[in-house]
């Protein structure tokens, strides 16, 4: 009879359920996110087939495919996922993981222990030939900790969609990386990057992302249509979450925005692709004689952070969340976090005992 186990977590109570089976051991771990009524439910199906088994009876619920690999999980992960969020970034991740073991591996056969050594592996694969200064190499290693994210995501799906008995990532560790450090543009900064764009095109775009805080690849795709001018929306069809979402017009990019107005069409028809978009951007820096390393991104940080940088709440954390397209806060609680330092300095230079006055 299957026997189920109750693990105590953090985040509630997990399940570990064990049966024998063809004398051997089985065992399915169920996370704490996972109902106890589903648990119950796979027990019932289970002992079931166990009971179909016993008697020469065919498989009733049949256990994992033994043979699903990897080349096999990417198919399926891309067809069934794909109608419900964008899946493009997922199968760069686990074509990744195909080159460390390769597109026949059996997945049942992955474990913490070789995902931890793929982290290893693509992390000095990413490193060769580089001279690393610490910047780089912290960035380095986020990437690998976001393909790892990535991974994640495929095998949680794949584990609750019973493709794979265990979640192989309870147990995997992630490497050692710094926090991201969210640049922005200082007031005078701003204003000479501005004077150093030399034509309306480029004042154009620089307002475009500045007030709207798109992506580039979201601004390269902006056509005229999705501007509605009646009612000041701009709307963002195809974000990088799959989900559209609306962004409010501000008064300075609205009368900017009319002088270049047209009926259909791209909004930035300057700019071939995104690319286009940085190295005419990186020249204008390099005119403002700044030193910025991605001045198009920076210029979405500071849409983020002039949101939240008057008042660091809860609800201008969501708001700046909403409207920048986040799939959780974690990336625009780096605005906060930025916003609080700022507030901090702001307050260290107030004289609260008048001290001057006195003197």
Known sequence: MPHIEKIKRKNGIAHHVIWREGGKYQQKYFPAAIPYEYVQVFVKKLELRLAAYKVGLPDIIPLPDQKLTLEKLLQIYTEKRKIEVPTWRQEISLKLLIDFLSASYPINRIDHKQINNFHDWLLEKRQNGKQLTHELEQRLRRGVNNELRLLRTVFKWAFKEEYINQDIFQKVTFLKADEVSIEIFTESELDQFYKALTNDHQRLAFKLILYTGMRRSEAMRLEWNDIDFEN?????????????????????????????????GRVLTAYSNK?????????????????????????????????????????????????????????????????????????????????????
């Open 275 to 359: 690319d286009s978009l940085s190295l005419s951007f990186k020249r204008a820096i390099k005119r403002a004689g700044l030193k910025k390393r991605n001045p198009v991104h920076i210029l979405r940080h500071q849409f983020g952070f002039s949101i939240i940088s008057a008042n660091p709440t809860d609800s201008q954390e969501r708001l700046a969340q909403e409207l920048l397209g986040h799939s959780d806060r974690k990336m625009t609680r780096h605005y906060t976090k930025l916003a609080i330092e700022n507030l901090k300095k702001q307050l260290s230079k107030i004289d609260f005992m008048n001290h001057n006055n006195n003197e």
């Open 232 to 264: 000041d929306i701009v709307t963002i069809k195809r974000a990088k979450s799959g989900k559209k979402r609306l962004v409010p017009i501000h008064p300075d990019l609205k009368q900017c925005l009319l002088e270049f107005r047209n009926e259909n």
